[in-house]
């Protein structure tokens, strides 16, 4: 572990102790903590304990490598990186071939049940594993070590949280999750969204720097902080759906005055994510802000529920804010269920078989 | 004679595996691997063409613009949509954005500790390399102070032992030849170039709400509305703030960027003759001026062969095409003939080795790329080839200019051009000539804005019923890597094939049925080799591609193959 204090490494590196508090009450925000939660953070990522780090990317796009990269504090989010120690990134480490796959293993054999893995891509199974190797070995060999090994498994987008694209119908190359692709793995949480946000996954290990613990985790095992209300529920955008001010034509009055999407496609009633709040890019911008419907992308199988990505969700209720999601959700589903005809799909009747079997009564009843 | 085994390849986009041969110091022969498939082409059959850009766009999040430029245009010419002018200005400037910054990440962080070494960063004198840096930039981060204050940051994090991304790598290697200043100040923008692809990309996050994966593409247009009077649309506010980082940008590009590129090729000029592959170069150019069906492109189209500037041959997409010999797919006319893309197949079938395993069998099938040529020829693609198209066909101007001063101030001639470190110096010119170049589509959207032109989309082909029941459309694109295919046939509205003829497929792909190599396997033939067990050159010689292999990888196939079933859970 590492011997000097965050803060000196900081002061050190020319980033002030204000800095770092501003940086740990935007943290605090993007928790949904109080801000008298501001030192408790900065208590907790500045004490010499600090756990290290392998990101393995499997079928991937390295999207949230990208996204990562970007994120919003970015000189005191990289200290945090390689302060935590990122022992192992194909994207970004400096070694290649066997003494990068050194690099691995010797992390994963010094520290058994002490690090974290964060997981980005699907796994795949088909072919014996050839669809994705590293060194030779297969990705699912890999997952099975370096994932059963850690303190904590976190997958990175929604690829490693649900089998994302690769698992799209008619899965190709029999894509797989992390959850599905290596069961029974110790703390498993799922950071969905394509790419996953940032500021969340910087939030992530705040949280548990700070608090000790991993959050609570939504139905697929999802953090609250980050996954705990619709896109619908936060829009900007949502006085009008409620005052049924539609966009109609892409470049029509109500495009230019930022109306309401829905009617375009969106799918922000189904969809769980904080995009309206923590926005992208340093707070930039959002997709719903630059004119273009929510696609789902943090949803299990999206790329199968939610296309085509133009047609309306079926009915909405407005003024009701909470209340609708669960019996929207199920419509959606069932609206799919049509879709995976024509596609051939099988992966939704199995994505409303875990709505069915994780949601408990509510979603049974209002079925 | 040793063979060396190179996987995974790190400091790229995805997967990738070398294999070589190494005699005499120096690589005889070299084959390339790619080792990750997801087959998303063949997820794409049966679906609604307006959302193929979202599903191709995750081909790769490097870059990440460049599947969904091609798939709606490929889209657009099979339905015939014509994007109005604003639609091609705000693509223009996030091509063009994408370009830049990507050819900036991949210097600092993808290629540049192939040339730096870090730990000898840590003998430089501060104020030594102050004086290097006032030399070839009036960069103001320049002062003893500041390259002190870089070089004991970079000492702590050393001497805590903890190297974590920096660990295990050939630091101290012999072909590392620079000084220690040069390393220090290379180290400094290091780590001054991952602050400012942040502040850079916001560019991408005003006109496509977010990046990596932007979300405003439109077949037939963007969905990003403009207004001057609204403050839901791009307006003023935008333009403005779309100069100031404009201005950010090429600051960076044409203050440290490049005047880095030409100190530290002027070390390495003994790779000005190593590297130079097979000698061929296609361009599809990009970054329509007009908005006629046929626009001139600010950068030109063309294909030069074997190394010949004064002739510059048109591309006809009907002469590409991919060969699967070395392959891991079957073709159903036999594995000994080419298809052109509309004719497009991909049987994915696995014959390698079982994993875990050491070897391939090179002999045989050994990549999950395809091998793709040009009337049976392999070409290189990327910046270098556009840069020499550019350089050759004289426009624009400013790319001629840019490249005669390099070479004049290397002291070499245009034959320079052709190898590892040319590749880098083309990489570095181009984001130059295309960051200058964002001001003028940014005023173009201004100069929209005030004859009271707001349109963003054809709506006229919004709706499939106004589409042809069977139309076939290829869309091409340069691509931070390279030109860029995507063919599309559409039928009653859907999906029934899709292709992606990729940069990385182009460059990274395997032996074709007459044994060809790809670029990658050429130019690294005759790399020397040090060390065996610390590869340092043949990674500077692949890294000089910028290797995006999740791009190169993809399947096609709509309409032979009964598909794989997903099994139910």
Not at chain 1, 279 to 292: A, D, F, L, M, V
């Amino acid at each position: 572990m590492i011997a000097h204090s965050l803060s000196q490494e900081l002061e050190q590196r020319g980033i002030s102790r204000r800095d770092f508090l501003s940086f740990c009450a935007s943290m605090a925000a993007v928790l949904g903590l109080p801000e008298t939660a501001t030192n408790a953070i900065a208590a907790a990522v500045d004490s010499k304990q600090r756990p290290i780090l392998v990101w393995l990317e499997f079928q991937d796009c390295a999207g949230n490598t990208e996204s990562f990269l970007r994120a919003s504090h970015p000189t005191v989010a990289d200290l945090i990186l390689d302060t935590i120690s990122l022992n192992y990134h194909e994207t970004i480490m400096a070694a290649a071939g066997s003494q990068a796959e050194s690099a691995l293993e010797q992390t994963v054999k010094d520290n058994k049940g002490k690090y974290i893995a964060l997981i980005e891509g699907a796994i795949p199974t088909g072919a014996n594993g050839a669809y994705c190797t590293i060194g030779g070995r297969s990705a699912l060999e890999i997952a099975r070590e370096v994932c059963g090994g850690a303190a904590a498994t976190v997958a990175v987008g929604t690829c490693a949280a649900f089998g994302g694209i690769p698992a799209a119908a008619p899965n190709p190359t029999g894509a797989l999750s992390v959850a599905d692709a290596v069961p029974g793995i110790k703390n498993l949480i799922n950071m969905s969204a394509c790419p996953a946000n940032a500021e969340n996954i910087t939030a992530l290990i705040v949280y548990y720097l700070t608090l000790k613990r991993w959050p609570p985790l939504d139905q697929y095992r999802r953090p609250f902080f980050a996954y705990g209300k619709t896109i619908h529920d936060n829009c900007e955008r949502r006085a009008h759906f409620d005052a049924g001010q539609y966009v109609e034509a892409w470049g029509d009055e109500a495009h230019r005055q930022g109306h309401c999407l829905y009617k375009m496609g969106c799918k922000g009633p189904a969809t769980s994510q904080n995009c309206p709040v923590v926005k992208w890019n340093e707070g930039t911008n959002w997709p719903i802000g630059c004119g273009h419907p929510c696609i789902g992308c943090a949803e299990p199988n999206f790329w199968d529920t939610m296309t085509p990505f133009y047609q309306r969700l079926p009915e909405v209720a407005g003024f009701n804010v909470g209340r609708w999601v669960d019996p929207v959700g199920l419509s959606l589903t069932g609206l799919t269920a049509a879709a995976v005809v024509a596609h051939g799909v099988v992966q939704a009747v199995r994505h409303k078989q875990h709505v069915k079997s994780q949601s408990g009564e509510d979603k049974a009843e209002s079925e | 004679m040793t063979h060396i085994v190179v996987d995974p390849i790190t400091r790229i986009e995805g997967h990738l595996r070398i294999e070589a041969e190494v005699d005499g110091g120096a690589v005889k022969e070299a084959w390339s691997s790619s080792t990750m498939f997801r087959g998303i082409e063949l997820i794409l059959r049966g679906r609604d063409p307006r959302d193929a850009w979202a599903f191709t766009q995750r081909i790769c999040g490097v870059c990440t613009t460049v599947h969904a430029i091609a798939s709606i245009r490929a889209v657009e010419k099979a339905i015939g949509a014509v994007p109005p002018s604003n639609a091609r200005l705000l693509r223009n400037l996030i091509i063009a954005a994408q370009n830049v910054q990507d050819h900036v990440i991949h210097f600092y962080h993808l290629h540049a500790l192939d040339w730096v070494d870090i730990v000898s960063a840590l003998s430089a004198d501060p104020a030594k390399t102050s004086t290097l840096a006032q030399s070839i930039s009036d960069w103001p981060l320049s002062s003893t102070k500041y390259f002190a204050g870089v070089r004991d940051r970079v000492k702590a994090f050393v001497e805590r032992g903890q190297l974590g991304p920096f660990a295990n790598a050939y630091w101290g290697h012999p072909a590392y030849k620079l000084p220690p200043e040069a390393n220090l100040m290379a180290v400094a923008h290091y780590l001054e170039a991952l602050d400012w692809q942040r502040r850079f990309i916001k560019i991408h996050a005003i006109l496509g709400g977010k990046n990596p994966h932007l979300q405003s593409f439109l077949v037939g247009g963007m969905a990003t509305p403009v207004d001057p009077d609204s403050q839901d649309s791009l307006n003023m506010g935008t333009i403005a703030a779309l100069n100031k980082l404009v201005a950010d940008g090429m600051d960076f590009v044409s203050r440290v960027y490049l005047p880095d590129v030409l100190a530290i090729a002027s070390f390495y000029k003994d790779w000005a003759s190593i590297g130079a592959g097979v000698g061929n170069y296609m361009a599809y150019g990009d970054f329509p001026m007009d908005d006629s069906q046929h626009p001139e492109l600010f950068l030109p189209t063309g294909i030069i062969h074997g190394r010949d500037l004064s002739k510059i041959a048109p591309v006809d997409q009907a002469k590409v095409s991919e060969w699967v010999a070395h392959s891991w797919y079957d073709y159903s006319v036999g594995d000994e003939q080419g298809l052109n893309p509309f004719k497009g197949e991909t049987n994915p079938n696995y014959t390698g080795p079982k994993p875990p395993y050491q070897v391939l069998e090179v002999a045989k099938k050994y990549s999950w790329l395809k091998s793709p040529r040009y009337d049976g020829a392999p070409m290189e693609v990327g910046p270098l080839a556009r840069m020499l198209v550019a350089y050759a066909s004289g426009r624009p101007a400013r790319v001629k200019e840019l490249v005669d001063k390099t070479l004049s101030s290397l002291g070499v001639g245009p034959a320079a051009l052709f190898s590892t470190l040319g590749r880098v110096a083309a990489r570095a010119i181009e984001a130059q000539v295309l960051v200058e170049s964002m001001g003028m589509w940014v005023q173009g959207l201004a100069d929209n804005m005030g004859r009271r032109d707001y349109r963003i989309q054809d709506n006229s082909k919004w709706d499939p019923g106004s589409w042809p029941a069977d139309c076939l459309g290829y869309g091409f694109h340069e691509a931070p890597r390279g030109a860029l295919g995507h063919w599309v046939h559409i039928k009653n509205g859907s999906i029934v094939n899709y292709q992606c003829v990729v940069p990385s497929t182009w460059n990274a792909g395997p032996r074709d049925a007459k044994g060809q190599p790809g670029p990658y396997e050429a130019a690294l033939a005759g790399t020397p080799v040090a060390k065996a067990d610390q590869p340092l050159e043949i990674l500077r010689t692949v890294h000089s591609f910028d290797p995006c292999m999740a791009c190169g990888v993809h399947v096609v196939d709509a309409t032979k193959r009964e598909l794989a079933r997903v099994r139910v859970a």
